[in-house]
T-cell receptor, first 114, second 114 residues
């Protein structure tokens, strides 16, 4: 079956530090890959996505590149802000059927200190 | 911007009671989902719903669970006889269809079973 493994948290950084959150996946087919973010007290928001190998998703200064050869989709940001403090979830969408259900990683809590 | 809404935000119930969690998906979306997240664990797929019927369900989604789209706007998850282990955050999601695999999530309902 499909699975997603992401870096265990929590991650604590100072403002303007570089962020990497690792994510690797196992999939039977050719999935789409996603990063979702959950700010305190809110729901899951789509941060970025990539649908095929070597695609780079980007949004709000965050980037992730779909690496088929290493089955990875690591999230990066060059300079984090206090407002980036949230839980980040890596996920894949099973496109084998028509349901496109999501398989999530466990989530990584990021805290950015001023 | 259209968004998925969920009510209530927090539901407390006694073991053995029935609960109904409500969701209003984005209006032109055709595919609907429920996920849950037990505290400290992964977000897990429960069920997908399309064209007024369940299209896929996980092994978690046993006979105690049911879903319904009663009126063309609401999408509900019913748990017939709650157990302690049903305590979790329940997320509703929707997507348009037509090969678009991005799902949009609601803010979640926290269910506490005492």
């Amino acid at each position: 079956g499909n699975s997603v493994t992401q870096m265990e948290g929590p991650v604590t950084l100072s403002e303007e530090a570089f962020l990497t959150i690792n994510c690797t996946y196992t999939a039977t087919g050719y999935p789409s890959l996603f990063w979702y973010v959950q700010y305190p007290g809110e729901g899951l928001q789509l941060l970025l996505k990539a649908t095929k190998a070597d695609d780079k998703g980007s949004n709000k200064g965050f980037e992730a590149t779909y690496r088929k050869e290493t089955t990875s989709f690591h999230l990066e940001k060059g300079s984090v802000q206090v407002s980036d403090s949230a839980v980040y979830f890596c996920a894949l969408s099973d496109r084998g059927g028509s349901n496109y259900k999501l398989t999530f990683g466990k989530g990584t809590l990021l805290t950015v200190n001023p | 911007e259209p968004e998925v809404t969920q009510t209530p935000s927090h539901q407390v119930t006694q073991m053995g009671q029935e609960v109904i969690l409500r969701c209003v998906p984005i209006s032109n979306h055709l595919y609907f989902y429920w996920y849950r997240q037990i505290l400290g664990q992964k977000v897990e797929f429960l069920v997908s719903f399309y064209n007024n019927e369940i299209s896929e369900k996980s092994e978690i989604f046993d006979d105690q669970f049911s879903v319904e789209r009663p009126d063309g706007s609401n999408f509900t998850l019913k748990i017939r006889s709650t157990k302690l282990e049903d305590s979790a955050m329940y997320f509703c999601a929707s997507r348009t269809g037509g090969g678009t695999d991005t799902q949009y999530f609601g803010p979640g309902t926290r269910l506490t079973v005492l």
